[in-house]
């Protein structure tokens, strides 16, 4: 069964930090550009932040930039997202999405493979 597998979500009080991972289980990411994407209670999904094959480039929303940082870890098949000085406004459900479109790819349409979703809790 192919998926994504988030983990390291939970309750963080303003200015904190956690890390996001994002397995893969029989799915080798080193072939699929990914991304990070969250959606909050009553509002749409957003772009997070995304990342290249090899990890080279990255884009990140204006929201996070400065603060969020992704990276992916091929060998062990594992993508990150490394938050830091977080705002309540970053309360969300997360989620790892996999294409194999080339490059950095930031419409979620475009991804092919999606993870469960991780919750993440800031409180001010």
């Known amino acids: 069964q192919v998926q994504l597998v988030e983990s390291g979500g939970g309750l963080v009080q303003a200015g904190g930090f956690l890390r996001l991972s994002c397995a893969g289980s029989?799915?080798?990411?080193?072939?699929?550009?990914m991304g990070w994407f969250r959606q909050a209670p009553g509002k749409e999904q957003e772009f997070v932040a995304a990342i290249n094959l090899s990890g080279s480039s990255t884009y990140y929303a204006d929201s996070v930039k400065g603060r969020f940082t992704i990276s992916r870890d091929n060998a062990k098949n594992t993508m990150y997202l490394q938050m830091n000085s977080l705002k309540p406004e970053d309360t969300a459900v997360y989620y790892c999405?996999?294409?194999?479109?080339?490059?950095?790819?930031?419409?979620?349409?475009?991804?092919?493979?999606w993870g469960q979703g991780t919750q993440v809790t800031v409180s001010s």
């Open positions: 999405a996999g294409t194999q479109l080339p490059g950095v790819v930031v419409r979620s349409s475009q991804y092919a493979y």
């Open positions: 029989g799915l080798t990411l080193r072939s699929y550009a």
